[in-house]
């Protein structure tokens, strides 16, 4: 097969036939080919092709398996992935994207005639418009994205043919950017020296006066690096200015804005003689040592040493050298290098600042930053102007320092690297006025606003890849003196409790070796019991410094929710839990909760809430032990799980049709409960807040407050049914039974014996539920509750093989539901019966039980119901032999599984769909239905009824 994203977005089939597809096929299909051989999860892939308005649960399976039946070929695969995740494998080669991606990559990497030759490669693959018949907010971006790919393309091709004096080529290609890109200060400022190489000064006056006047439209003025680089055009001062043999334009390869040749020849420092033979003799810079003696410039040396020990940033600190070193045009030079405390962003500066430094032969200037305030700046400025030999007025203010700083790096190329910003207000005063210096920022902060008014390439440096850190750990264990080999379970836990964090896993190693006939596990030991206060060196090599820094920068409020968020249940943050917590207003806790991800202890995954990394948590507890009150402990753990049990009892209303008897009391004055739109925003509030609802019922029972313990359990029961994860289910009913047993009312108890039997009966743990349903029965007082735990202990029996024993105990939930009022608990008893009496054999008996069954349930509107009767019925007239009826209703059950998101059960009626369509010689319709089938199990990953469903199916 072969797939086009470059263009409109298309597939052809190994014959070369278009494969039709809908757009939002399109788009999932989009995603996956970005990503080959990565598990995407469900909901990545749905924000970025729906964003705010996704389909139904039961659409998107329907599109995924349309996927896995139409797309498929030479270099395709489909594989399991883990549930919630989607996984496609093919061949690079066979995507455009791939091959554009390949190209460029090997373009930037290359060097004379094979970057032209790479270059027109990836730009051969592009169409018009690229992504073009697909849309959504992701695929939006990454049109973008592949935009800017494109011209970075044009750009660099463009440089290249200038740079090899084929002026002509260059202008051709720059004639093919686009009209939206005509801005791009890179283009202008190729497009400008191609019309200066070609002799073309007038046409270059004429062109800059367009684009100004371009520039003033959008409402600012021409960038100073390109005023400057006009200028000198216009001077001709420059060798590439006047045309000149093809021969001589090569060897004149110079930076035009004042900078180094190609060939790392200093500007300002050479001129070209007048005679025929081309030469270069050195010249004294303006201002330099003249014939006259006058003194020479001073050319600081200020960057301090690199740090002898490594932090896992090679591949990160080799592709940065890359895009800087063969950026075409003109270079970046504001770099932002931004990430967690202790992520390593000063030594990974100073180490891109040395690589560099050759470049900026001016000298290097360096500033640290940390605790000074925009008035503190002003000596940070005075300093520079010394160390450039510049007059310092004794007193001045920040603004005219700045000035003075602005002109003294005017025509000079110098290196700064300004450590530990704090603000963008603190580093502009330092910034010089045109582009031949080179910028380097380091900051635990956000510095949006910097990037984004000086077009600054921002580097994030997230925690290392676990195999890095562990690579690091093994470096600093392998030195004499410490303690011997570590396995790699070992390894790999320190790493964990370091936060894969350069500094801490330094500070760790450091810790291992003081101590050296201790074993490895004792320190790791110690770690993880006194954690963050535990990663420290002689009280100056401290982790918990660097988050005290951010923690010191926050005000009250702030302060104070920094806290409240050590006592939340689980990794997702939303703005509505952190207002429970806090009992503030969503809108003033939402700011807040920015307030902490711009200082970096929080981390913002996605838009749908916040985490903290494990040792801003463990930092979040030591500072709530010592400042937190019980009683405003008390308060926010009364408040947020108020939150969570009325948001998830409102929610589970949504997802089934029957009412369950889980409403609460009313919440804290100070609680606003999640309010979902519909079905299937309920179902994604409980995928998002999942960890976290079990993380409640366990700190609910710890902290005393049984009652929202065992109803948070019992409000997530119809969620995790469908999404089977009975694990969970199980887990936390476990506890909630612990804390249902210290409540006075009995009603908690039989309730939640009769949730955790289920659990138990859904995971095919028969025996324990069947001991536990016993158990109850003893007890129960209520004869509703008594007759569902008859119709549990019979559908038991019949899962265990054994439907003539379920009978007569669904027999008896059938009398006590016959009473008006109870339509619900008879419809259950009678699918029941018609799934016993077909596994006795009795299947018109079975049909005189689920049809009634069935028309109770369509009354109720109850989708669940209706899906469980459907199939039950579809499995009788499958017996009978009645294709034409079965098919019907397992395709109705299939339906209303689909509707409910109940991929197991949808899983089972397409198996039975299968083995029907086989038995009645339809091989085309039983492989649909098998490509139907497997993506669902697929999706499911590990569940008890997967073996057994894959050998029900068979081979395709």
Known sequence: MEFRLLGPVEVRADSGELVELRPGLLGILVVLLVNPGKAVSQRSVVDKVWGEHPPSMESLYRYISTLRAEVRGDGVH???????FWRLDVAPELVDYHRFRHHLDRARQSSGTEVEEHCRRALGECGSELLAGVDGPGLHRLRTQLERDRIAGVRLLAGTLLDSGQVSAALNE??????????????VALRMRALAAAGQLRRLRDYVVEVSATYREEGTDLPARLRALHTSLLQQDDPIVRPRTAGAEREAQWTLAGGVTKRGLPSGGLSRTTGSAGKFVRQPRQGGAAAGGSRPAMRPRQLPAVPSHPVGRDRALAGLLSAVEDAPGVPPWLLIVEGLPGAGKHTFALQLAHRLADRYPDGQLYANLQGLDRHATAGVLRDFLAALDSDVPERSTVDYLAAGLRSALAGRRVLVLLSNARSAEQVQPLLPGHPGCLVVVTSSRRLESLALHHDARRIELPPLPRADSIALLHAALGRPGNPGPASEAELDELAALCGDLPLALRIAGIIASRHPAASLSETIAD????????????????????????????????????????????PVIEMSGAAALSGLPRAEAGK???????????????????????????????????????????????????????????????????????????????????????RDEALRWFERNRENLLGAVDIAEQHGFPEHAWRLAWASTDFLNLRSLHADWIRSHVIALQAARRTEAPDAVEITELNLA??????????????????????????????FRQNSIGWAYTCLGLPARAIPHHRRALEHFQAPGQRYGRAHSLVYLCWACNGIGEQQRALEHGLPGLDLFGELGDDMGLAAAHHAIGGAHAAMRRTGPAVEHLVQAQHYWERCGDLHHVAWVLADLVVLHRATGEPERACRRWDQATARLDFLGEHPDTPRLRALLGPR
Do not use: M
């Open 78 to 84: 489909w594989p399991r992935a883990k549930p919630g």
């Open 174 to 187: 720059l004639d093919w950017v686009p009209s939206d890109h005509e801005l791009d200060e890179e283009i």
């Open 527 to 570: 770690i993880r019991h006194h954690r963050i206060d535990a990663l420290e060196v002689d009280g100056h090599l401290a982790l918990r410094a660097t988050f005290a820094t951010a923690h010191d920068d926050l005000g009250p409020q702030a302060q104070r929710l920094f806290l409240l968020l050590s006592l939340h249940p689980g």
């Open 592 to 678: 807040l909760l920015d307030r902490l991800a711009h200082l970096r202890l929080l981390d913002q995954p996605d838009k749908h809430g916040y985490r903290l990394s494990d040792l801003s948590l463990d930092y979040a507890r030591t500072c709530a032990d010592e400042e937190l009150l019980d009683t405003d402990r008390y308060a926010a753990r009364r408040r947020l799980l108020d939150h969570f049990l009325h948001s998830a009892a409102g929610a589970a209303a949504l997802i089934t049709e029957q009412a369950r008897a889980i409403v609460p009391g009313p919440p804290d004055n100070d609680v606003e409960p999640d309010r979902p739109g519909g």
């Open 758 to 787: 289920n659990g138990y009966l859904r995971a095919q743990r028969y025996a324990e539920a069947l001991a536990l349903l016993s158990d109850a029965g003893e007890r129960s007082g209520d004869p509703s509750r008594e007759a």
